[in-house]
């Protein structure tokens, strides 16, 4: 079945050591997200990428960083974690932009120690 | 800013009772999605409504849409324990799709 793909489910890392989270699809969709959801709280979107175009939303903290290798496959780099960075972190796929029905992976939780 | 709020924020209901939940926006939208979330999961989606459409239905789920009250209800008909999860609403109201949900209600079934 085509899906959206996420690894690890569950990542702990230390204050201040870079983590990688990863996603990958099968849809071949153009558009890929990541949205950072805490706790009893709504996602909120930290960048997209519409094919190789990045767009980085105003609030995303400097600290997060995204990668598109390719149309499968897209990485969520925090180049130095803290605590208030523990979340799940959702990665999206649409086929386009506007209008459109977004598919999500399982999500990855980041536990931060 | 959140565009949606939800409401209420937490529901709890018996198995074959019918769950309703209210989300309000700010601005004007080209669509309003709703989704569903088990706890520990990703989103999963339930139903698209369009700007220019009053009422959708699939399967035991209606979402209304009142774009004069900025509005939107999901109703879920004959409540089951596996419809226990959180429930979001989320506006697309920008040109490239940009989606804004609301905090959620969580709803409990219990058999």
């Known amino acids: 079945d085509a899906m959206v793909i996420q690894n690890p489910r569950y990542q702990v890392t230390q204050f201040g050591k870079p983590v990688t989270l990863s996603c990958s699809q099968t849809?071949?969709?153009?558009?890929m997200y990541w949205y950072q959801q805490k706790s009893s709280q709504a996602p909120k979107l930290l960048f997209h990428y519409y094919d190789k175009d990045f767009n980085n939303e105003a609030d995303t903290p400097d600290n997060f960083q995204s990668r598109r290798p390719n149309t499968s496959f897209c990485f969520l780099d925090i180049r130095s974690p803290g605590l208030g960075d523990a979340a799940m972190y959702l990665c999206?796929?649409?086929?386009?932009?506007?209008?459109?029905?977004?598919?999500f992976g399982p999500g990855t939780r980041l536990l931060v120690l | 800013s959140q565009q949606g709020e939800e409401d209420p924020q937490a529901l709890s209901i018996q198995e074959g009772e019918n769950a309703t939940m209210n989300c309000s926006y700010k601005?004007?939208?080209?669509?309003l999605q709703w989704y569903r979330q088990n706890s520990g999961r990703g989103l999963v989606h339930l139903i698209l409504?369009?700007?220019?459409?009053r009422e959708k239905h699939s399967g035991r789920l209606r979402v209304t849409l009142d774009t004069s009250k900025k509005s939107s209800s999901l109703l879920i008909t004959a409540s089951r324990a596996a419809d226990t999860a959180s429930y979001f609403c989320?506006?697309?109201?920008?040109?490239?799709?940009?989606?804004?949900f609301g905090a959620g209600t969580q709803v409990v079934v219990t058999p």
């Open positions: 849809l071949n969709h153009n558009v």
């Open positions: 999206a796929t649409s086929p386009r932009t506007a209008q459109e029905t977004q598919y």
């Open positions: 989320a506006t697309d109201a920008n040109s490239w799709g940009k989606l804004q």
């Open positions: 601005t004007s939208i080209n669509n």
């Open positions: 409504i369009r700007s220019n459409e």
